[in-house]
């Protein structure tokens, strides 16, 4: 069985602030983690995916991600967060043997200007 | 970037109709999906699909749900009849290929059942 937790259902800061997002995944086999944003009453989008190498792993508007074996987490980074920047940041797991994708409850993130 | 069209954006329809969404995938796509959104919370996945059949389905995926996509043109969800809790808003996706490839999203289709 395959779990995805995202501890933080929301985060507020304020602009210039830096954030991380928070996300704990469980699964036996090789996997793919990656990153969507979900700005209000859209669709998601890729931000950024990990699967081997490089823990750290940039991606689009200055995100990062690290992830971890030992802490079995993938969490998600901006140095200096913009007001634009407030979404819904969902957390996915894909094993890399088979095509699905499961994700995190999400955490909605408002930054304040 | 590559974009995923829903057809319609919106609808409200009555308890015990059938409505079908519509999802135009990215073109060269060959991984298809639906997911289930309520009140913009978790993504709960319905349903796969990969050369012309259902590949995996989740518990949400009930029997009076279906999906097809006929000769290479929309894929479709259609769910007869409609119930209350069936009311949320349902995204498509579509993918390259298997293990990990970047989904593509739609807009989402919200449907209210009355």
């Known amino acids: 069985t395959q779990t995805v937790s995202q501890s933080d259902a929301h985060v507020t800061v304020f602009e210039g602030d830096s954030v991380e997002l928070r996300c704990n995944y469980s699964?036996?086999?090789?996997?793919?983690l990656s990153w969507y944003i979900q700005h209000h009453g859209h669709g998601l989008q890729f931000l950024l995916k990990?699967?081997?190498?490089?823990?750290v792993v940039q991606g689009v508007n200055g995100f990062e991600a690290e992830f971890s074996k030992s802490d079995s987490s993938f969490h998600l980074r901006k140095a200096s967060v913009h007001w634009s920047d407030s979404a819904v940041y969902f957390c996915?797991?894909?094993?890399?043997?088979?095509?699905?994708?499961?994700f995190g409850k999400g955490t909605s993130l408002t930054v304040i200007p | 970037g590559p974009k995923v069209l829903q057809i319609p954006s919106h609808q409200i329809i009555d308890m015990g109709q059938m409505v079908t969404l519509n999802c135009d995938p990215v073109?060269?796509?060959?991984?298809f999906y639906w997911y289930k959104q309520i009140l913009g919370q978790q993504m709960e996945f319905l349903v796969n699909?990969?050369?012309?059949?259902?590949?995996?389905k989740s518990k949400l995926f009930k029997d009076q749900f279906s999906v097809e996509r006929p000769d290479g043109s929309y894929f479709t969800l259609k769910i007869q009849p409609t119930a209350l809790e069936d009311s949320a808003v349902y995204f498509c996706?579509?993918?390259?290929?298997?293990?990990?490839?970047?989904?593509?999203f739609g807009e989402g289709s919200r449907l209210i059942v009355v």
């Open positions: 699964y036996g086999g090789s996997i793919y």
């Open positions: 996706a579509s993918s390259l290929g298997q293990g990990g490839n970047t989904l593509y």
């Open positions: 996915a797991v894909s094993p890399s043997n088979y095509q699905n994708f499961y």
């Open positions: 073109s060269n796509h060959l991984y």
């Open positions: 990990y699967y081997s190498g490089n823990p």
């Open positions: 699909f990969y050369n012309g059949k259902v590949m995996e």
